[in-house]
């Protein structure tokens, strides 16, 4: 008896939950819009991602700074960089028709909401600003004077979705290693017809120092060298915890010769030198 009620339950609660058109689950789609952000942010003191630069010019000059933003006001962009491959952690950079900037977020799993050229808005007022050796982020204070990464649910409140994902709407410009790092840092760029400088050891992008000795890991990144560029003035950074980190860099094993590729990435600093910091396998294209 009792087990003839459980399943008449069971019966009614699926019933209750789903119903069926033409012999198939009819499951109701489940809008983003309504699960992250905060949809009562207004459109209104939207400013440009430069202008918000120019209120706060000296913030990024030293090597680790912040200030508070106490001004009512918002950018509004498109997601060019996330977390989907590991090569960037717990941040995303945002970039408009005039420049770009890394928001840090103490959180993973960023790309499962903001993917690639998702537009959103950014409510900036009682955030901080701040340049982590020279490079504009969004974030919080860190060990006092330094800008980190905010709390997930304080950037819940501070974001809504501004229009669909278009990844058309984000395309690199052509890298220059003379450009200006005040206008250009943390743009989506291009490094064309360059080639990785050789390496010994796996010839990897990111290889496990224990494997390759001829490598030193710096924050759990590798900084690899291009033939086309000195050294301290752009590298192509990835992490170790990448899912690309094993990707072997372009070379003709024939002839014994790097490969000839072109390179999309974002174009951080750190100070003055540019990292390029590739998001997926298909940011390198051989030639």
Known sequence: MKTMKYMAIAAACLMALSCTKGGEWDIPEVNPATLYGNNSITEDSIITIA????????????????RLIDHDIKIRGRVTGNDLRGNIYKQFTLQDATGAIIVAVNESGISGYLAEGQEIILALKDLYIGGYRKQPEI?????????GRMQKDIFQKHFRYAGSVDTAAIRPIDFDVNMSKEEHAAK?????NVSFAPVDGLGTLAPDTALDRTVTLVGGCVNRALNEYPESKVVIRTSSYAKFAAMKLPYDEVNKRPLMCDITGIATRYNDTWQIIIRKESDIKVK
Do not use: H, Q, W
């Open 188 to 192: 989506l760029v291009t490094l064309r």
């Open 51 to 66: 202008e918000l630069k120019t209120l706060y010019p000296n913030v990024f000059a030293s090597t680790d700074e912040n």
């Open 139 to 147: 974030g919080m204070p860190y060990n006092g004077t330094s800008i």
